[in-house]
């Protein structure tokens, strides 16, 4: 399948009409979910499979799609010393990132103070509502979470979709292809022929985004209703905005200095985004980003290194939100949090933050992790924020998916690995295609 790439000003091919973007379909799955939800809650919340089973459908493809970019990514590298450093880079690029994360969510919440003034006594609190995610949180310490990288066996990464163990097995999977040289040759060629089904699959398996996106919204509107929003409306607003002019602002100027616009980088994703949007989850559009990433111009082993790391390591929006949600329940509750303790929340965080998903709820697991630690703010104060988590959730996921896209493009810059014609033509809407004329990354370099 040899790719080809058309200037930006070439027409593109197939121009498809309005209601055939996917983008525009599940922008209105999205809306009848929520007029669904909002006016049959009941019915509504019944649509949940719907949701799940997209996401499901998602999840199964995952492993596979990790596995095949990042060992052929690798198998097809000469310099193998490039995979140490393309981690490294990328590692120093989330912990800057992710602690900046945490450090604006810090800044906000002092300014801005959204729980001040509700003077909700600890009594009057349903500790038992998040004992559940307390006993999840204390499952998940700094060890225990470096250990489980390693997977018990082969199969069982497979088997359990564990985006690091995956990974994981295939940087060394990919590495051993390198080292046989010729006598690996007919094993790359394979799994670099199996690529271009199983990206088909990703295609085929995005027609069905529109669905999950309704039943997942339907779902959480039925279930938890725009009024449960109301009462939390300034931590809601504060969160969104602070989260906007993260991804405007910082991701923005970031993007800007890697010579490449953070709206247009917004626009070329933007049908992976409301389908985040829909469903909560920034995993639910993983496939997705790495097949546009490489499409873009950024190497595949750059892709296959950072999408999947950044999925554990880069969540800004899940960072953003547990410094905030903190301060919140503190304000909330009339703790008055000093500085040192505000620096230790901030330490455990960047620890804790480390060990989050891309799933929907993830976050909400991980501040329980950082508030067991952080004695000052009570674990129980979360029950004041559980009912709107789900509204929550959609910020933290876009917002985390938004930075790990900024991140494969610079870390591909960074590192030599970026085609910036090819980045420029993706991202004004050229058409990246195939030869049979779908959207499909270029083979491995
Ligand atoms: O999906 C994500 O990236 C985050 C998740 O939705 C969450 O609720 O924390």
């Known amino acids: 399948m040899a790719a080809h790439f058309e200037p930006a000003t070439a027409a593109p091919a197939r121009p498809k009409k309005l209601y055939q973007q996917l983008y525009v379909q599940v922008l209105v799955a999205i809306a009848l979910g929520i007029a669904l939800g909002h006016f049959w809650p009941e019915t509504g919340a019944s649509m949940k499979p719907l949701g799940d089973a997209f996401i499901k459908l998602v999840k199964m493809i995952i492993a596979p799609v990790i596995f095949l970019t990042v060992s052929t990514g690798i198998a097809g590298m000469t310099d193998m010393q490039k995979v140490g450093r393309v981690a490294g880079k990328a590692m120093i690029y989330f912990l800057v990132f992710s602690t900046l994360a945490l450090i604006v969510g810090l800044i906000v919440g002092n300014l801005i103070q959204p729980g001040t003034g509700l003077h909700i006594s600890p009594a009057s609190l349903d500790a038992k509502a998040v004992q559940s995610y307390a006993a999840k949180a204390h499952d998940s310490s700094v060890v225990g979470f470096l250990q489980n990288i390693i997977p018990d066996t082969i199969?069982?990464?497979?088997?359990?979709?564990?985006?690091?163990?995956?990974?994981?097995?295939?940087?060394?999977?990919?590495?051993?292809?390198?080292?046989?040289?010729?006598?690996?040759?007919?094993?790359?060629?394979?799994?670099?022929?199996?690529?271009?089904?199983?990206?088909?699959?990703?295609?085929?398996?995005?027609?069905?985004?529109?669905?999950?996106?309704?039943?997942?919204?339907?779902?959480?509107?039925?279930?938890?209703?725009?009024?449960?929003?109301?009462?939390?409306?300034?931590?809601?607003?504060?969160?969104?905005?602070?989260?906007?002019?993260?991804?405007?602002?910082?991701?923005?100027?970031?993007?800007?200095?890697?010579?490449?616009?953070?709206?247009?980088?917004?626009?070329?994703?933007?049908?992976?985004?409301?389908?985040?949007?829909?469903?909560?989850?920034?995993?639910?559009?993983?496939?997705?980003?790495?097949?546009?990433?490489?499409?873009?111009?950024?190497?595949r082993s750059v892709v296959g290194l950072v999408i999947p790391t950044g999925y554990s390591f880069n969540l800004d929006g899940t960072n953003i939100y547990?410094?905030?949600?903190?301060?919140?329940?503190?304000?909330?509750?009339?703790?008055?949090?000093?500085?040192?303790?505000?620096?230790?929340?901030?330490?455990?965080?960047?620890?804790?933050?480390?060990?989050?998903a891309g799933i929907t709820g993830a976050g909400f697991i991980t501040l329980a992790a950082t508030l067991s630690v952080v004695p000052a703010v009570p674990v129980a104060g979360m029950a004041l924020i559980l009912g709107i988590d789900r509204f929550m959730s959609e910020c933290r996921a876009v917002t985390n998916f938004i930075g790990n896209a900024v991140a494969t493009i610079v870390v591909a810059r960074w590192e030599g690995e970026l085609d910036q014609n090819r980045l420029h033509a993706a991202l004004s809407g050229a058409v990246v295609t195939s030869e049979d004329g779908a959207p499909l990354p270029l083979p491995a370099e």
């Open 155 to 299: 199969v069982g990464a497979f088997a359990s979709g564990d985006i690091l163990q995956v990974l994981f097995f295939s940087v060394l999977f990919g590495l051993a292809l390198s080292m046989v040289g010729e006598r690996g040759k007919p094993v790359l060629d394979f799994l670099q022929a199996l690529t271009s089904p199983i990206f088909k699959l990703v295609a085929i398996l995005m027609k069905a985004a529109p669905i999950g996106a309704f039943g997942a919204m339907a779902f959480t509107i039925g279930r938890y209703g725009i009024g449960s929003v109301a009462n939390l409306a300034m931590l809601i607003l504060t969160f969104y905005l602070t989260a906007a002019i993260f991804i405007l602002v910082v991701l923005g100027a970031v993007a800007r200095y890697n010579g490449f616009s953070i709206f247009a980088l917004i626009r070329y994703i933007k049908e992976e985004i409301l389908l985040v949007v829909g469903t909560s989850s920034s995993e639910a559009a993983l496939p997705s980003l790495m097949e546009k990433m490489e499409a873009a111009g950024c190497k």
């Open 322 to 356: 547990m410094t905030l949600a903190a301060l919140f329940i503190a304000q909330a509750m009339d703790i008055h949090l000093p500085l040192g303790d505000q620096v230790l929340l901030l330490l455990v965080a960047m620890l804790s933050s480390k060990g989050a």
